[in-house]
């Protein structure tokens, strides 16, 4: 049974760094990070295709990075820079879609999800 497990959240000061991880164990066209605050609805902030494709959302681009290891079926976000408002529950998710989307609905396989908490 496919299975995604993400590993690597916890609290950073306002400015810091934290890189997440997600395991996977299929092989999907496409992965993606998304993250969720108390009260927000769920956001798209990073994919890649199996091709590389990358695709950011505005909010993150030039701090965030997505890469994926296919060897070690892992992928991976690196986040830097990080502000008050980057704090959520990250998850991990993996779909068939053939471009880099970072629609929900896009997805059809999620991680449980990690923190990640930023303090100013």
């Known amino acids: 049974q496919e299975q995604l497990v993400e590993s690597g959240g916890g609290a950073v000061r306002t400015g810091g760094s934290l890189s997440l991880s997600c395991t996977f164990s299929g092989n999907k066209f496409c992965m993606g990070w998304f993250r969720q605050a108390p009260g927000k609805e769920r956001e798209g902030v990073a994919s890649?295709?199996?091709?590389?494709?990358?695709s950011y959302a505005d909010s993150v681009k030039g701090r965030f990075t997505i890469s994926k290891d296919n060897a070690k079926k892992t992928l991976y976000l690196q986040m830097s820079t990080l502000k008050p408002e980057d704090a959520a529950q990250y998850y991990c998710?993996?779909?068939?879609?053939?471009?880099?989307?970072?629609?929900?609905?896009?997805?059809?396989?999620w991680g449980q999800g990690t923190q990640v908490t930023v303090s100013s």
């Open positions: 998710a993996a779909g068939d879609t053939v471009y880099a989307s970072r629609r929900a609905d896009d997805f059809n396989l």
């Open positions: 890649i295709t199996n091709r590389g494709i990358t």
